[in-house]
């Protein structure tokens, strides 16, 4: 998958990566670590080839690795990490050989992550935001009793 190590070779893209790695190594909650990236897109790609989606493989790893690297922005001016990771799919992907659709798909979907059940939201935003839900292990977690999510959010069980 040449284009997803274009991004993670991206020199933005490990900027903004090594640095939140930084600022998230004592964080006692849900790290956004290169582990968790790809726990989201195995999930997705799984889910997409069960339920006969069809989306394109890199497409779905892609998105899954610009879906949190707005975090940075978010911890340092306060800017919603879905927003500040789609702006950052127009300076990123078109230096990884991404096209203009394929952006925009990334983009939405990297936007409308963290958005409720929508008819209008993308198939590949809705997966998104699943499979990043199903990637935590909530029901393990020792800081859950501080955790900001509602109980119905949490991911209390293993499904996938």
């Known amino acids: 998958m040449k284009r997803i190590n274009l991004i993670y070779n991206n020199v933005i ?10 600022v998230e190594k004592n964080r ?3 790290n956004h670590t290169l582990g968790h990236n790809m726990d989201v897109a195995r999930l997705m790609y799984i889910k997409s080839l069960e339920d006969g989606i069809g989306l394109d493989k890199e497409i779905i790893y892609a998105t899954a ?3 949190d690297i707005g975090r940075l922005e978010q911890y340092e001016k306060n ?10 799919c127009d300076i ?14 990334i983009k939405e979907a990297v936007k409308y992550h963290r958005k409720d059940a929508d008819k209008n939201k993308s198939k590949l935003a809705e997966l998104l935001r699943w499979a990043d839900k199903n990637s935590r ?4 977690c020792a800081a859950i009793s501080e955790c900001n999510w509602s109980f119905d959010k949490l991911n209390m069980e293993i499904e996938y």
């Open 13 to 22: 893209y490990r900027e903004k990566f090594d640095k939140l790695q930084v």
């Open 65 to 67: 690795l610009m879906h």
């Open 92 to 105: 990123i992907l078109p230096d990884c050989e991404f096209v203009e659709d394929e952006i925009s798909e």
């Open 137 to 140: 292990c909530c029901f393990e």
């Open 79 to 88: 800017v919603p990490h879905e927003e500040a990771g789609a702006k950052l």
């Open 28 to 30: 006692v909650f849900c």
